[in-house]
């Protein structure tokens, strides 16, 4: 494909909902792991190249055949998950699941919401929040998320989200820089009024006395206050 690979376009149909035909993938260069992730992700069969034309149509009627019973089965399940349903209904209400409001994300995470609600709410919560971290960066965006460049922007199409919208919101926002508090005039009253007073140093020509009682060997009392009062 030019725009991505084959694996990862069936992975986009498998959560949006748009998975509602057989699928056959075929791959050059396919393995084991290949196999695994298409089988797990809705495909039908996983056929490696080169093949036949003899080998393809028997692949696409055992496909096709497949696809009828996954269908039949999940109308089954479909069918038992009404009847639980109804049970659940007559048998009283159940008990309200917890929800939780993230307003900073713009994100709410409801239990009692289907899944595939829920999950579109959060891919568009994430991508919106680390876009703006990442300054609206499409290709730091697909570092982050460990996307290709491709998958990412039909999943920015999916979600709705309009890139050049927030970046314009984003240069016409105001720079808030924060308020600095100003003491007010009572404040700086009560600063001055007690504020430690300046002792006045003594004269450079006066004679100081030593008082031998106030020492370090015998302190009592303050020996550099005693060593700048000037003699009397």
């Known amino acids: 494909m030019p725009d ?3 694996l990862t376009l069936l992975r986009e149909w498998k959560y949006s909902g748009a998975l509602t035909f057989p699928v056959i993938v075929m791959s050059g260069h396919g393995s084991l792991d290949h196999a695994k992730r298409a089988i797990e992700d809705g495909a039908i069969d996983f056929i490696e190249k080169p093949i036949s034309l003899k080998l393809l149509l028997s692949g696409i009627k055992n496909g096709l055949a497949k696809w009828s019973d996954r269908q039949k089965q999940l109308d089954e399940d479909r069918t038992r998950d009404r009847r639980m349903r109804r ?22 995470i409801d239990f009692n919401r289907p899944f595939r609600d829920m999950l579109y709410d959060f891919e568009r919560a994430y991508f919106r929040t680390v876009l703006k971290h990442l300054n609206h960066s499409m290709a730091d965006l697909a570092r982050h998320a460990g996307m290709e460049r491709t998958h990412l922007y039909r999943k920015i199409r999916m979600l709705g989200l309009d890139v050049e919208a927030m970046r314009e ?38 004679v100081v006395r030593l008082d031998m009682t106030n020492s370090i060997e015998f302190p009592t009392g303050s020996t550099l206050d005693n060593l700048r009062s000037p003699v009397k």
């Open 4 to 6: 991505g690979e084959g």
């Open 87 to 108: 049970r659940a209904n007559n048998s009283g209400p159940r008990p309200a699941l917890p929800a939780f409001d993230i307003k900073e994300y713009g994100l709410t």
């Open 169 to 206: 919101e984003a240069r016409q926002a105001p720079y808030n820089t924060p308020a600095v508090a100003k003491p007010n005039s009572s404040a700086l009253s009560n600063f001055e009024e007690t504020k430690p007073k300046e002792r006045p140093l003594a004269p450079e020509n006066a």
